[in-house]
């Protein structure tokens, strides 16, 4: 069973602090911050019971199609919006075989498949789908191929991705990987509009498609690479051959939210006057810190 802890985040959004024990889960529970993204249950292709009993956060009430797969629920995310994670909690009575897929929809109507879930499942247990792409939807679409039971769901619940970042330089910072780009004429010399992606606050576990396989953010781990040529990074790293790029799936082990790294001693302690200053001359130097310390 959920325990919620409710609150605003800076920017007004849900914060929810997130403690479960799930059948799928195993060792002992997992505390998870978490910015959940507000939506509403848009449509459903049949409904015995109100398709908002899946956003009211009681597990004792559920949406039930009233008949067997196909069936799907969908949800209205109020904004375009990257979703990092899906959490369904099942109402799956007999317990049995499904198969489960979520399609993201765009607000101009076209449609991405984010990924899905096919295997034996129980009831009352949270199913955790994560999403690897960072592709801004308005809508998603949960539906159900295969189950043993009607289609029903007690609880859904929307992990935000992180904010898109866009900018025609490379950009660094705790949590930042680059995870695509774009054509921009304003972008000098070849056009390329590098998209970024903050994981600052991304959950334990999340996993992430990103561009870049090394500057991983601190914690996170690469989980798999696989060819970019058919991606939208295939035009992030124009220096490698097309054959060679790749992408990455990162995942995070962290437990807390990345924080900026506190500067070393030496960024904080000033500079001596330049009369105190070695003589340049008389010390062999490190070409890069003789910079450092002289051209100041």
């Not at 992430?208 to 996170?220: A, M």
């Not at 001359?281 to 490190?286: D, L, V």
Request: proline share 8%.
């Amino acid at each position: 069973m959920n325990k919620l802890k409710k609150d605003l985040d800076s920017r007004g959004r849900p914060f929810m602090i997130v403690i479960w024990v799930a059948a799928i889960l195993s060792g002992e529970a997992v505390g998870q911050a978490s910015v959940l993204i507000p939506y509403r249950a848009h449509s459903a292709s049949s409904a015995l019971t109100p398709i908002a009993n899946v956003s009211d956060g009681n597990p004792s009430t559920a949406w039930n199609s009233g008949g067997p797969a196909p069936a799907w629920i969908q949800l209205d995310l109020n904004r375009d919006v990257v979703p990092s994670r899906v959490r369904l909690y099942t109402e799956q009575y007999p317990p049995g075989n499904v198969s489960h897929n979520i399609t993201g929809v765009l607000s101009n109507g076209a449609t991405v498949n984010l990924g899905g879930y096919s295997g034996y499942m129980s009831n009352s247990v949270w199913l955790e789908i994560n999403i690897p792409y960072s592709i801004p939807v308005r809508y998603l679409r949960i539906t159900t191929s295969q189950s043993s039971s009607w289609v029903a769901w007690k609880d859904i619940e929307v992990v935000e991705g992180g904010d898109l970042k866009k900018n025609c330089g490379i950009e660094t910072g705790p949590g930042i990987v680059g995870v695509g780009t774009e054509y921009q004429s304003k972008c000098t010399p070849d056009g390329r509009y590098f998209i970024f992606r903050d994981l600052s606050q991304q959950p334990y576990g999340a996993e992430v498609f990103s561009c870049q396989g090394v500057d991983i953010p601190p914690g996170w781990t690469l989980v798999s690479r696989s060819s970019a040529s058919q991606t939208q990074c295939s035009n992030y790293d124009t220096a490698t051959p097309l054959a060679n790029r790749k992408i990455y799936t990162i995942r995070n082990n962290n437990l807390s939210p990345i924080k900026a790294e506190k500067p070393d001693a030496y960024d904080t302690v000033p500079l001596p006057s330049i009369s105190s200053r070695p003589n340049p001359s008389s010390f062999t130097w490190p070409s890069d810190m003789r910079e450092f310390y002289f051209n100041k």
